[in-house]
């Protein structure tokens, strides 16, 4: 089971309405819309996107790299070098 997996409903609906505003994006485009209000609306994707990151990497954190550390050895290793990796693409995003 994943760390998300309680609330999974609820993280499918934001992706859901993610993809609706990329669908929205391209309908922007599509009809040659002013292009800093395409720019702003890839703004907000970003950030909804970004929001969701967060929320995944928090439930990351507090259940699998937690139940990791509570068994020890190299899978506790493991689970912090990956979650540290995520936060750096994170923040290079």
């Known amino acids: 089971m994943r760390g ?3 609330d999974k409903e609820n993280l499918l609906k934001r992706l859901r309405r993610i993809e609706g505003q990329v669908r ?3 309908r922007m485009v599509e009809n040659d819309e002013y ?3 395409v720019l702003t609306q890839i703004s907000a994707a970003t950030k909804a996107l970004q929001s ?3 929320g995944l ?7 699998c790299v937690t139940e ?3 068994q020890g050895g190299d899978t506790a290793t493991e689970k912090v070098r ?3 990796e995520a936060i750096a693409r994170l923040v290079r995003s």
Do not use: N, P, R, T
């Open 35 to 37: 292009c800093i209000d």
């Open 82 to 84: 990956e979650a540290s």
């Open 4 to 6: 998300y997996s309680g």
């Open 52 to 54: 969701v990151s967060l």
């Open 57 to 63: 990497m928090d439930e990351h954190l507090k259940h």
């Open 24 to 26: 929205g994006l391209q």
């Open 68 to 70: 990791a550390i509570e």
